[in-house]
């Protein structure tokens, strides 16, 4: 691309804002009530958090999997594409964490986690509580209408902080595979937000931002 | 067509008038080119357009743009919208309808608005090749007029001059074949002029499309004159700036001396600041509203701005 210094982040914006959160209002009343279901996958996955047993990892890998498959086929791949040509590589790149998680928690079973009394641990909790009640109540709050809520599995946002907040509960070093893409994904998805002028676009580079320099932190403290 | 004097009688008065005699000419030779429409067919204000350089076919001077808006993905109801954008742009004489495989489901959308509207017979086709590699330009182009749902394209034109030393010699073969009838090259926001440039000095384009308002002239300089001087027909894009020009405007009343140009609203005081210019063919707003598009439209009837007049809306705008 010649003269790139010459381009904005609202020459790559394909939509409009409009078509953006109608985008959601479609899907969820194309997927109903499959929403209940991650949700209920999210909060599954807390629980096994606050009350560990046998295979915590892998369950817990496992549903952060199935999540990131089914967001990279039912919204990339079927809705989002239909607005946005990048939207199938968007569907690749979710597809690749879910794998990242098979392969790391599930068949690896490399998976553990913190103790409930660690710093990181409750910011962990704190951050996918955030994704799984808080962030869902954004859209709505700042006038969208409920039928435009993200939900947690089912939605790319919540489904990407929820992912941060549980790495950050991790024991030891988490691979930097499985952060990399969520990681990525709060950053494109501000830009996206904010290109369209959305009071909310702080949201999700703010929870990648506070996720990576908590993580950062505790790596260091445990060497 | 010699093309260094493609607009024929036009251009060979332009010679010999002043600019306001060059406009008035090309005005009272569109009016009677084209039939008055419905909307607003008054004989004291005659319904613009202006004759493609390379064929003497007449254009009207307000196309519709598909950028942004048109992409609403499978909304129906977002869909019936366009459709009904689409009507009303026809129904008032507009023409041209330009898309790109670059704005995600817009062509699909367009389609669908045709198909709705029973394949209206008098739209001009107006589309682009968007792929870097050369090979696939043809099966991009078929794949974009299954999308349309047109037997041809009216023009084809390399989107942001992506790979253009490839598309070029396809489009032009294509053209002599009759797969398409007039080919350019876009560019948009002033960017690589030089090399549009040069292209336009080396090869028989019929179009370009390029970005051009009020506030955003760089191309006066010394793309719009050649273009005049190379009997190329010029597209300008994104008119109102995606909507941030127009919308600042509004916030402020329109002059009083704007009725002498007969703009009723800033949507046709933008336009016809652009349109008036002589070496522009016409411009392509893109909406999602029926009563904007009818605004659009509205540019397209009654005088046009002189060039004393065009400094003082380029002046007064700038000043807002």
């Known amino acids: 691309m010649s003269e790139w210094w010459t381009y904005t982040l609202s020459d790559f914006l394909l939509f409009s804002p409009r078509t953006y959160h109608r985008l959601f209002e479609l899907y969820n009343a194309d997927i109903w009530p499959a929403q209940i279901v991650t949700l209920a996958l999210g909060v599954a996955a807390l629980g096994l958090l606050r009350y560990p047993r046998a295979g915590q990892g892998r369950i817990v890998a496992a549903i952060l999997a199935g999540c990131w498959l089914w967001v990279a086929w039912a919204f990339h791949w079927r809705n989002y594409a239909t607005i946005n040509w990048a939207a199938i590589y968007f569907a690749g790149a979710f597809v690749l964490e879910a794998l990242f998680f098979i392969v790391i928690g599930v068949v690896r079973s490399a998976l553990a986690f913190e103790s409930p009394s660690a710093a990181p641990y409750r910011i962990g909790c704190a951050v996918i509580l955030f994704a799984l009640i808080v962030q869902p109540l954004v859209g709505p709050l700042l006038g969208r209408g409920w039928t435009q809520v993200e939900v947690f599995g089912a939605a790319p946002d919540p489904t990407a902080v929820a992912t941060l907040g549980l790495l950050l509960t991790a024991r030891g070093r988490t691979s930097w595979m499985l952060w990399t893409i969520p990681v990525l994904w709060c950053v494109l998805s501000g830009a996206v937000l904010w290109t369209m002028e959305s009071p909310d676009a702080f949201v999700m580079p703010a929870a990648a931002l506070l996720a990576v320099a908590i993580g950062w932190s505790a790596k260091h403290r445990t060497g | ?320």
């Open chain 2, 1 to 320: 067509m010699d093309r260094s004097n493609p607009s024929g009688v036009v251009g060979s008065r332009a010679t010999r008038c002043d600019r306001r005699g060059f406009l008035r000419a090309l005005t009272a030779l569109s009016a009677g080119t084209l039939g008055l429409p419905s909307l607003g067919a008054d004989p004291a204000k005659p319904f613009l357009s202006r004759p493609i350089p390379s064929s003497g076919e007449a254009l009207p001077i307000v196309g519709l743009g598909s950028w942004i808006t048109f992409n609403v993905g499978n909304d129906r109801v977002a869909r019936d919208a366009c459709a009904e954008v689409m009507r009303n742009f026809l129904d008032t004489g507009g023409r041209m309808i330009d898309s790109s495989p670059m704005y995600g489901s817009s062509q699909e959308v367009i389609g669908y608005g045709l198909a709705k509207l029973g394949g209206p017979p008098r739209f001009f086709s107006a589309d682009k090749v968007w792929i870097s590699s050369g090979a696939s330009g043809r099966a991009q182009i078929a794949k974009s007029r299954e999308r349309w749902n047109v037997s041809r394209f009216d023009l084809v034109a390399v989107h942001n001059l992506l790979s253009w030393q490839e598309h070029l010699p396809t489009l032009f073969a294509m053209k002599s074949a009759g797969e398409v009838r007039y080919v350019g090259v876009t560019t948009s926001e002033g960017r690589r002029h030089e090399e549009i440039e040069t292209i336009m000095r080396r090869h028989p384009l019929d179009f370009i499309q390029v970005s051009y308002s009020a506030v955003e002239r760089d191309v006066e300089a010394r793309i719009l004159p050649l273009a005049r001087d190379r009997g190329i027909a010029v597209v300008i894009n994104r008119p109102f700036r995606e909507g941030a020009l127009i919308r600042a405007m509004k916030r402020h009343p329109l002059p009083s001396w704007a009725s002498e140009a007969d703009c009723a609203n800033w949507a046709e005081f933008l336009l016809k600041f652009i349109v008036s210019h002589p070496a522009v063919t016409c411009a392509i707003p893109a909406t999602t509203r029926v009563d904007h598009v009818r605004e659009n439209m509205g540019a397209c009837y009654g005088r046009l701005p002189d060039e004393p007049m065009r400094r003082r809306m380029s002046a007064y705008v700038e000043q807002m």
